[in-house]
Every structure is written in structure tokens, then in C-alpha cells.
Nanobody, 130 residues
Framework: QVQLVESGGGLVQAGGSLRLSCTASAYTFSTSAMGWFRQAPGKEREFVAAIDWNKGHTYYADHVKGRFTLSLDNAKKTIYLQMNSLIPEDTAVYYC???????????????????????WGQGTQVTVSS
């Protein structure tokens, strides 16, 4: 069974940067879209960014546009979330997801809860100190 494995979380000061990675564990892997959601303590899980696995098109939540960049390496079955200009409000557990039936924009519009995505990672903690 395919698993999504996240890495790259940690503690950083406000204004700093982190890069998250999400790798599919299967020998062969194909999907439609992969993306990131995040969940802060006491809050609902929210969409961050998503990418088209085949075309590389991206879609971002308004609150990360201009600060976060999502990219992919098909050969490595990995997506990368480069997070710059981090602020304390970015503190959350970041979850990677993949689905064969949605576009990145649909992932962003539907968000979490309205649709059952195929795969989820275990989450990685990002903490931004002020």
C-alpha cells in the first residue's frame, strides 16, 4: 500500500524558512494532484497548496501566496513546499495528501472535510517563534 512520508518540519524564528518534503513510498506511483494542508491547535485543518502531478500547475491558499512555493520531482515521487517569510500564524502540523480524482484548484476549493482524499501522510510539525 502506498504511503506518504513527510519530512522537513521544525522550529524556526519568524522571517525564517523551511522546506517540507512529501514522498510516496510505492515503487511506482501515479496520481492527479498532491498537496498540503495544515492544522493548528484548536483549529480546523485548512488547505495550503496543491500541484498537478502531471502538468505541474499549482494552486495556493491566499494566506500563503507569495511566501510558499510548491514544486515536484516526478522521478523521486516527491513534492516540496518551500516556506519563506514564516510568521507565527504558520505554526501547525502540516499534512501531505494525494488524490487521483481532483485538480489542485478543486483541492483548494473543497478544502478538508467535504471530500475524502485517497492518501494522507502522518504530519510534520512546523513551529514559528516570534
Amino acid at each position: 500500500q502506498v504511503q506518504l512520508v513527510e519530512s522537513g518540519g521544525g522550529l524556526v524564528q519568524a522571517g525564517g524558512s523551511l522546506r517540507l518534503s512529501c514522498t510516496a513510498s510505492a515503487y511506482t506511483f501515479s496520481t492527479s494532484a498532491m498537496g498540503w494542508f495544515r492544522q493548528a491547535p484548536g483549529k480546523e485543518r485548512e488547505f495550503v497548496a496543491a500541484i498537478d502531478w502531471n502538468k505541474g500547475h499549482t494552486y495556493y491558499a491566499d494566506h500563503v501566496k507569495g511566501r510558499f512555493t510548491l514544486s515536484l520531482d516526478n522521478a523521486k515521487k516527491t513534492i516540496y513546499l518551500q516556506m519563506n517569510s514564516l510568521i507565527p500564524e504558520d505554526t501547525a502540523v502540516y499534512y501531505c495528501t494525494a488524490d487521483h480524482g481532483v485538480t489542485p484548484q478543486a483541492m483548494g476549493v473543497m478544502g478538508y472535510g467535504a471530500y475524502e482524499y485517497d492518501l494522507w501522510g502522518q504530519g510534520t510539525q512546523v513551529t514559528v517563534s516570534s
